[in-house]
């Protein structure tokens, strides 16, 4: 690089301040706790009942969102009606939330006497406090990071293509799932990559709404916070578990997206590993 | 045919369905698709056409023959390919191909259907220079071999004197005028069919003659002759293949000739466009070189009354 030798030198300062900020605490969990007792600690019943539970959890919320959020992404995406934008606007809402609120109110809506829940309970179906509890919180905040993907990718498939699909003979039906569909694909994925991460890591509704009990609704994060005082070394490993998964997630997606870069018009939401060339 | 902006891609969009007019109707023959009146808008996969996009909008994801396959009933697709010839595209992606390729890709798909109607839009305008006279050519070819009603939508005189039969002028949603090519430079309608058709306009005051015909007084002090008749405001249009150029005063009376200096010389293939002040007459490149014409150069652009039409005022 040529001239600007002392901008570059505060661009440079900025970024290894922010860069070290961020790795800290990965290493320090790499570290802090020996890394070969990490496989006897995660075959504690407490972490095999947690992961048992987010797993659960997490596959039930992940398939309400994507079977859904899809749907919902392409009427909102495609449709010009009334109330879109304020449409729009609730789904994005979790977003800017506080879980704790989203979790409370869950309550206030699902728990005993709330606005549906005495109905609920009338018919004996009881939600807070119970795994279906964990399926609704990580849904409720899950949930826009997948849709809001979805509208982006479903707009970013060039209009023309539809419309040459319906003067084709394919009805709506069949050009949403031959054309819009396949075209959207790296940006559905790309969306489903964000709200799984974010529903894995799920704990402020969860606790506020589904309680942290062993088994039930204790999922990965609560046992983490429960692990905190108990056994450190534990928290600690529950950690690196959850680190390892996050990043392998964000690394398979950046491979697929790559791979699928040529064939695809939708925006990726995370930097492109080779955007540096030229 | 018609500038942009004047309606023609939404008159194609209305008659394959993706959008629906306010009032009128749309049939095939007898079979109605469309009538404001009478409630009926049938959705576009219920209407027999074929429409070719102005940017082809082939399926990215699909191979050639998938794309070509795609419609509903399509049936020969390979056959149709070997005729457009572009069977060796077969199993291309269509960003592998070219401007050239797409558009037969295009048609193949948008004839595999059988429709009874076929609608092009700006089949030519995603091409660059060199390959539209060829896709033109080949597209003369394939329509005259099909038989098939089909309406092209073009901002092009040259795509529409190549493809048409008959050709209507649209101005802000408005047809002007509706004619054969020849029928359309015999007599424009009005100044604009005239321009858009590639002809002079130039604007002046009309007085009726005894003897037929009128006198037109140019807004640039020259007084032509015209061998239709007229009065007032009028615009007379000339085109430039009927307009001759001479380096001196012509001798015969009875001829309209404009003087001033040569304002642009512009080849085109054989022939010279060559302009003086607002007008533009078109000339042999060989006669040109013979005349010795330079720009600056004094010279006269002659033509007869005949070929000074007039038209509804510029």
Known sequence: MRGGGAFTVLLALAAGIALTFLALPIVALFTEVPLRRVPDLLRDPAVRDAIAVTVRTNAIANVLIVVVGTPVGYLLA??????????ITLVELPLVLPPAVAGIGLLAAFGAGGLVGTRLNEAGIVI???????????????SPFYVRQAITAFEGVDRSLVDAARTLG??????????SLPLATAGLLAGWVLAFARGVGEFGATIVFAGNVKGETQ???LAIYEQLDANFDLALAIGILLVVLSGSVLLSYKMLSSWRRSSSTSPAPFARTSSMSG | MGPSGAGKTT????IAGLRAPDRGRIALGDDVWFDAAAKVDRPPEARSVGLVFQEYALFPHMTVRRNVGFGAGATGVDALLQRLGIAHLADERPG???GGERQRVALARALAREPGALLLDEPLSALD????????????DVLAQLALPTLIVTHDFRDATALADRV???????LRQVATVAELVRHPRDAFVARFTGGNVLGGDARPLATGGAEVLLDGGTTVRSAETGKGRVGVAGYPWEIEVATAPPAANGVNAIGGAIDGLDPEGDRVRVRVGELVAECDAREAERLGLRRGDRAWLVFGPESARLVGAA
């Open chain 1, 78 to 87: 495609t449709r010009a009606f009334r109330g879109r934008t304020l449409a």
């Open chain 1, 128 to 142: 807070p406090f119970t795994q279906w509890a964990v399926v609704l919180a990580v849904t409720f905040v899950a």
């Open chain 1, 170 to 179: 394919a009805s709506p039906a069949r050009t949403f799932a031959r054309i």
């Open chain 1, 219 to 221: 999922t990965l994060t």
């Open chain 2, 11 to 14: 008159v194609l969009r209305a």
């Open chain 2, 96 to 98: 592998h191909l070219s």
């Open chain 2, 129 to 140: 220079a060199h390959t539209r006279a060829s896709v033109r050519a080949h597209l003369q």
């Open chain 2, 168 to 174: 209507g002028v649209i101005v802000d949603g408005r």
